[in-house]
């Protein structure tokens, strides 16, 4: 989209994008989400490409970091640890470096967008977020929302948001800039068997947290009738009844979203399931 730029305004797929980078092999999973805001449409600006740019640019900073710091040689000095490769990104820094990204861009010329950015470390089981606006996540354990994120707004339907002024500022005084240090922090210690939801406002104000752990516990129990690994062609050759389950949610969530005919919006949610081995 961003080689698009002279697309006209609103044609578009959609001001929601994601990423999800996955780290396996260096210990973790980084993962976020942007919500493009929509007004930028009446001054001619696609409000997609700001949420996308972001994505991408957090995507393309988590991709060499570690969702928690790598084990070190402890009698090594400061500065020889500091030199490992993958040192610690937080989803605060990766906030900030993928909004410095997207003010280079000079394919986003402006716009706006709400961002939710997640590491999962595999090695201690900790998460840790970074959340501006409101987009967010939630934790399910036991069939019960032991945690959900909550919601920046500066007042009804202007969430706090990362922004882009175009060079003629005076048209756009008063737009909302907010930084990435505005964002509110978190960290928590995960188990086996949590499942972690993140998501933009179209779901959020379509959904109840009560309505997506039924739903979660309804796609569990028919996954439970295929305990097994279920060979599939992709990329990782194998996917397991885990992988299945995660995207089952996902997709049945999204589904159920407009059927409550709240508030029409674009709806992305993305679904982890912890597990321990």
Same mark, same amino acid.
């Given at each position: +989209? ?19 980078? #996955? ?31 972001? +994505? ?14 790598? =084990? ?13 490769? *993958?040192? =610690? ?13 997207? $003010?280079? =861009? ?13 590491? $999962? ?43 882009? $002024? ?14 990435? *240090? ?5 960290? +928590?210690?995960?188990?086996? *068997? ?6 933009? #406002? ?52 999204? #589904? ?13 949610? $993305? ?7």
């Amino acid at each position: +989209m961003l080689s698009k730029p002279n697309a006209p305004a609103g044609k578009h797929i959609g001001e929601d994008f994601f990423y999800v980078q #996955d780290m396996r092999e260096k210990s973790g999973i980084s993962l976020g989400v942007a919500d493009g805001v929509g007004g930028w449409v009446e001054s001619g600006v696609d409000p997609s490409l700001f949420s996308q740019a972001l +994505m991408y640019h957090a995507h393309r900073y988590s991709k060499a970091a570690w969702p928690g710091e790598p =084990e070190v040689d402890p009698t090594q000095e400061y500065e020889e640890r500091e030199q490992v490769e *993958g040192w =610690e990104l937080t989803p605060l820094e990766c906030l900030e470096s993928a909004y410095g990204g997207v $003010l280079r =861009e000079r394919n986003v010329l402006a716009g706006s967008s709400t961002a939710c950015v997640l590491t $999962l470390n595999a090695s201690n089981g900790v998460l840790r977020a970074a959340n501006l606006g409101d987009s967010g996540f939630l934790v399910i354990r036991a069939s019960s929302v032991i945690h959900q994120q909550r919601s920046q707004t500066h007042f009804f339907n202007c969430p706090k948001q990362l922004s882009k $002024l175009p060079v003629s500022q005076k048209r756009f005084s008063r737009a909302c800039v907010d930084q990435p *240090g505005d964002a509110d922090l978190h960290e +928590m210690k995960l188990r086996h *068997g949590d499942i972690v939801i993140a998501y933009t #406002d179209g779901l959020s104000d379509n959904v109840f947290p009560a309505e997506m752990v039924a739903i979660c516990s309804l796609v569990a129990r028919q996954s439970q009738l295929q305990r097994h690994t279920i060979p599939v062609s992709g990329q990782n050759g194998v996917e397991t009844v885990e992988d299945v389950e995660a995207q089952a949610m996902a997709e049945r969530i999204v #589904d159920y979203a407009p059927i409550t005919n709240q508030k029409v919006d674009d709806v992305t949610v $993305l679904v982890t399931i912890v597990q321990e081995s």
